[in-house]
């Protein structure tokens, strides 16, 4: 399997564009590199995010400077954290460290329930701000929907657009939510403004449902997990295909995922892991491996955060 430093990118646009995200479009840049563009709708911006970036969650203090640190080494581009995480300080240490320009970026953060109130979300994205050492995240999330509906998912989309709008984040979207939920933001923003819905995929919980769901209505999907927090290395499925491409196991989840038009978000502290998993863009899955993949879907969700979690689809 050829090396690929250079992560694919997807081109979240959605001016002028009739092509499906579902059909990527392949080119070669002058390194002649590959990269790999999603078309998606936007209506007032373009923004760029690269289909492999790097998980944050559960990293803390010295072990998660160290990851984002060795990943923008590597090549990674799309660091992606979260309030709740603890770790905005350390990875803004690590992005202003690395020399790496800020334009060659896309930085993630994800609004806690905590902040969703009106009045209360576009200080805390300030807040987060200032601990990423950053003017502006290239996007922002709403992490979970309100725990029982307590707040209305139209006020805290309607201030996720606003903080848009004054610049604090260069795209909006959403994590964990389910149709339900999805209906409301769209009726609440317009599905043109939501640049991803971040949810658990792997190949034990393939989340079919919300996926089609977001597809239909030009939602592009991020899947967190993807590795199933390491279970799809001990999978037999996965491991034979593995074994005839010569991959790893965790390499061959991931392009399960990114053959799928979805971008992923492992998350690693070794190197060599790191490493592996960018190359993961360059493995190519025939179809009687994407459908033995498939077969694998039994709904073991993993994040299921008791009196946070909706009612799942």
């Not at 790097?54 to 799309?78: A, M, N, P």
């Not at 996720?160 to 004054?166: D, I, K, S, V």
């Amino acid at each position: 399997m050829q090396s690929c430093k250079s992560p694919p990118w997807i081109l979240l646009s959605l001016r002028s564009s009739q092509r499906s995200f579902a059909q990527p479009v392949v080119f070669l840049n002058k390194a002649k590199r590959h990269h790999v563009l999603l078309v998606i709708k936007e209506r007032t911006m373009q923004h760029i995010i690269p289909s492999i970036g790097l998980g944050t969650f559960r990293l803390k203090d010295q072990v998660v400077i160290d990851s984002v640190r060795t990943g923008l080494e590597l090549g990674y581009r799309h660091i992606d954290t979260a309030q709740i995480y603890g770790n905005e300080v350390e990875v803004g240490e690590a992005i202003a460290a690395s020399g790496v320009p800020r334009g060659e970026l896309f930085v993630t953060t994800k609004i806690w329930t905590d902040n969703l109130a009106g009045d209360k979300l576009i200080p805390s994205l300030k807040d987060s701000l200032a601990k990423l050492k950053l003017e502006q995240v290239d996007l922002t999330l709403i992490h979970w929907p309100s725990p029982g509906d307590a707040v209305p998912v139209a006020e805290y989309m309607q201030a996720l657009l606003e903080a848009r709008n004054a610049g604090l984040t260069g795209a909006i979207g959403i994590s964990n939510f389910t149709i339900r939920h999805m209906r409301e933001a769209i009726a609440a923003v317009g599905a043109e403004a939501i640049a991803t819905n971040q949810v658990e995929i792997h190949p034990f919980l393939q989340n079919r449902a919300v996926a089609a769901f977001a597809r239909e209505h030009g939602i592009h999907v991020t899947a967190y997990m993807p590795l199933a927090y390491g279970k799809v290395m001990q999978d037999p499925v996965i491991a034979r295909i593995a074994d005839r491409l010569r991959a790893t196991p965790a390499q061959v989840a991931l392009a399960w995922s990114l053959r799928q038009g979805y971008a992923v978000i492992p998350s690693s502290t070794r190197r060599a892991n790191l490493e592996a998993n960018l190359r993961a863009a360059s493995l190519a899955l025939t179809d009687d491996d994407m459908a033995a993949i498939a077969a694998l879907d039994a709904n073991e969700r993993i994040a299921n955060p008791e009196g946070i979690a909706p009612a799942w689809d």
